[in-house]
């Protein structure tokens, strides 16, 4: 099975900019969604096809895909930024990343 | 505005079956894939399966193979999933998803099995 591999945990100050990984075998090849969810909340697209941005979805969410890393970033982080993303990429099958869990402090 | 309604959780006992149903609204529903997406508590997404806008593909994850069957009524603009044999490990929120980009989500409903 196919596996996406992403770190546990990222922290950031307000108005830096967050950086979030997801890792696979030959990731580049495919095409990667990422999704921020927040407490209590349902998932949420904020970047399609590598790195396209849903409407509705602020321009500081940028997304980048080559080689075996795909990378989300949040440019000018705020508070409201804060949860869990997750990456997902298809093969065979839907496949979602364990998740990063984004801290603003 | 797309709206995804899901219903039908609740408690079973292990071994039992539940059918999960998803009201879509907002969208023309058959014209979109359609997928369920699970949640255990404190864990991750899950992929559970999807089924193409016509209904005539459906593809599963490993882990639900052979007990758990996804289908579509557009004249209906509803989603199921019907689950039989169901185990502790299937305890959780799931999640009607529209689209093979998950575009939009439900709010879930709870499943919880157990004795």
């Known amino acids: 099975s196919y596996d996406l591999t992403q770190s546990p945990s990222v922290s950031v100050s307000p108005g830096q900019t967050a950086t979030i990984t997801c890792s696979g075998h030959?990731?580049?090849?495919?095409?990667v969604c990422w999704y921020h969810q927040r407490p209590g909340q349902s998932p949420r697209l904020v970047i399609y096809?590598?790195?396209k941005r849903p409407s509705g979805v602020p321009g500081r969410f940028s997304g980048s895909n080559s080689g075996n890393i795909a990378t989300l970033t949040i440019s000018g982080t705020q508070p409201i930024d804060e949860g869990d993303y997750y990456c997902?990429?298809?093969?065979?099958?839907?496949?979602f990343g364990g998740g990063t869990k984004l801290t603003v402090l | 505005e797309v709206q995804l309604a899901e219903s039908g959780g609740g408690l079973v006992r292990p071994g039992g079956s539940l059918r999960l149903s998803c009201a879509a609204s907002?969208?023309?529903?058959?014209?979109?894939?359609m997928s369920w997406v699970r949640q255990a508590p404190g864990k991750g997404l899950q992929w559970v399966s999807r089924?193409?806008?016509?209904?005539?593909?459906?593809t599963y994850a490993d882990f639900v193979k052979g007990r758990f069957t996804i289908s579509r009524d557009n004249t209906k603009n509803t989603l199921y999933l019907q689950m039989h044999s169901l185990r502790g490990d299937d305890t959780a929120v799931y999640y009607c998803?529209?689209?093979?980009?998950?575009?939009?989500w439900g709010q879930g409903t709870q499943v919880i099995v157990s004795s």
């Open positions: 998803v529209q689209g093979g980009d998950l575009t939009s």
């Open positions: 907002g969208f023309t529903f058959g014209d979109y894939w």
């Open positions: 089924i193409r806008n016509d209904g005539g593909s459906t």
């Open positions: 030959r990731l580049g090849d495919k095409y």
């Open positions: 096809e590598d790195n």
């Open positions: 997902q990429a298809w093969d065979s099958g839907t496949v």
